[in-house]
C-alpha cells in the first residue's frame, strides 16, 4: 500500500521516489514492446551492416494512381512508336551477286533452254509408259508384228484382226453352212480369244444377203476355229476379242481373213 506524505513546505501532490523507480521501470518495459513489435514487423532493420532492405512506399491518393498507370503505358507507347518506325522503314530487297563467268563455258543464243542431264532423261520418250486402250491392254505403238485394229466390238471392247493359227476345214464348217450360197456372200463374227488358241463367247456382227443365216452358222461352228491371241508391243494378248470374216464362193467355203486396220 502506497503511502503519501505531504511536506508542510510544499504545497500540492508530490511522488514518493518509489514511484517513480517503479513508473520509470513501466516506461522502459513499455518501449522495449514497442520496439519489439516493430522489429517483427519489418520496421527496424539492421544498423550499419549494409544489408538493410530499403522500404517501399505505397501512394494510394489519385495523383499516385494517375503516376502509375502513366508508367505502365509508357513502354507499350514506345513498343508501338518503334513498331512504326519498322514498317514505315522500307525493307531494301536482297540483291543476288553478278554471275562469275566460268572459262571455257558455251555461249547459248538468246531464247535458247538449257536443260541438264537428268532433264534430258526425263524427257526419253522411250521410256514412257504407254497409255491403255479402252479394254484395258495398252495403245499399240506400231511394233513391227502387231496385230492390225478392227475398229470395236461388243460393249465397245477393241477388235483386232484376227489370224488363223490353223484355218478351218470344209468338213468342219459344212455342217453348219446353209445349202444355197452365191458370189459375195460374206459373215462376220467378234470372239474372245483364250487360252491354246481357242475363242468363246462368239457373236455375230454381221452378214451378206441379210437373213440368210451365215453369220449364225459361223458363230455355231466356231468352237472349232484355233487362232492366234492378237499382239501388242509384240506380247500376245490372250483374252483380247478378235474379229472373223468368211467369204464365200459357189459350192465351197473358203475362210479369208480381212486386214483392214
Known amino acids: ?25 513501466f516506461a522502459l518495459v513499455a518501449s522495449a514492446l514497442v520496439f519489439l513489435i516493430m522489429w517483427k514487423m519489418g520496421a527496424v532493420t539492421g544498423f550499419g551492416d549494409g544489408r538493410s532492405e530499403r522500404l517501399t512506399a505505397i501512394d494510394l491518393t489519385d495523383a ?54 537428268n532433264e534430258y532423261r526425263a524427257g526419253d520418250i522411250s521410256k514412257m509408259k504407254r497409255q491403255k ?15 492390225a485394229s478392227a475398229g470395236q466390238g461388243p460393249g465397245g471392247v477393241r477388235l483386232y484382226a484376227a489370224q488363223w493359227y490353223r484355218e478351218p476345214t470344209d468338213a468342219e464348217i459344212g455342217p453348219y453352212l446353209p445349202a444355197r450360197r452365191t458370189q459375195g456372200d460374206w459373215a462376220m463374227i467378234a470372239c474372245k480369244t483364250i487360252e491354246k488358241y481357242h475363242v468363246e463367247d462368239c457373236q455375230e456382227l ?15 461352228a466356231s468352237w472349232q476355229f484355233l487362232v492366234r491371241p492378237p499382239r501388242v508391243n509384240g506380247k500376245p494378248q490372250v483374252g483380247e476379242w478378235v474379229r472373223i470374216r468368211f467369204d464365200f464362193r459357189p459350192k465351197k467355203a473358203e475362210s479369208s481373213v480381212s486386214e483392214e486396220g
Open 64 to 117: 499516385g494512381q494517375d503516376e502509375k498507370q502513366a508508367a505502365e503505358k509508357q513502354p507499350e507507347k514506345q513498343q508501338a512508336k518503334q513498331a512504326q518506325e519498322a514498317a514505315a522503314t522500307p525493307v531494301q530487297p536482297a540483291t543476288a551477286p553478278p554471275p562469275v563467268p566460268i572459262p571455257g563455258k558455251v555461249e547459248w543464243p538468246e531464247g535458247f533452254i538449257e536443260l541438264s542431264r
Open 133 to 147: 486402250s479402252a479394254s484395258g491392254t495398252p495403245a499399240s505403238g506400231g511394233s513391227p508384228g502387231d496385230s
Open 1 to 25: 500500500m502506497a503511502l503519501w506524505r505531504i511536506d508542510p513546505a510544499i504545497k500540492g501532490y508530490q511522488a514518493s521516489p518509489r514511484e517513480r523507480a517503479g513508473s520509470f521501470v
Open 206 to 220: 454381221g452378214e451378206s444377203p441379210s437373213g440368210s443365216g451365215l453369220a449364225r452358222a459361223i458363230r455355231q
